[in-house]
Nanobody
Framework: QVQLVESGGGLVQAGDSLRLSCAAS????????MGWFRQAPGKEREFVAA????????SYADSVKGRFTISRDNAKNTVYLQMNSLLPEDTAVYYC???????????????????WGQGTQVTVSS
């Protein structure tokens, strides 16, 4: 199983940018679909973005389209989430996840991902 460690979270102001990183270890993520999820206080965990193992397919939640970009570097075994134009409603713990399924999920959900990181806090002040 792959181990995931997120980093890059912090406290920023509305309109600022952050880049989250997710470093994988234990095995190569080369064949894994990778995703980012988030959970705000009192809310359920929600999908943010996903990227296929081949880099060719990406998916985004409507709330982050045009502001967030997911990318990956298989050589570095790392996945990134570039977050621009941050809003207070983006405040949450952000989790990296890996899916070993043989297909790219059309509507990525938590159940599609079997490995999770511990999360990194992102707080956006107004």
């Amino acid at each position: 199983q792959v181990q995931l460690v997120e980093s890059g979270g912090g406290l920023v102001q509305a309109g600022d940018s952050l880049r989250l990183s997710c470093a994988a270890s234990g095995r190569s993520i080369r064949t894994y679909t990778m995703g980012w999820f988030r959970q705000a206080p009192g809310k359920e965990r929600e999908f943010v973005a996903a990227i296929s193992w081949s880099y060719r397919r990406t998916s985004y939640a409507d709330s982050v389209k045009g502001r967030f970009t997911i990318s990956r570097d298989n050589a570095k075994n790392t996945v990134y989430l570039q977050m621009n134009s941050l809003l207070p409603e983006d405040t949450a713990v952000y989790y990296c996840a890996a899916s070993g399924r043989s297909y790219y999920p059309e509507n990525p959900q938590s159940a599609d991902f079997g490995s999770w990181g511990q999360g990194t806090q992102v707080t956006v002040s107004s």
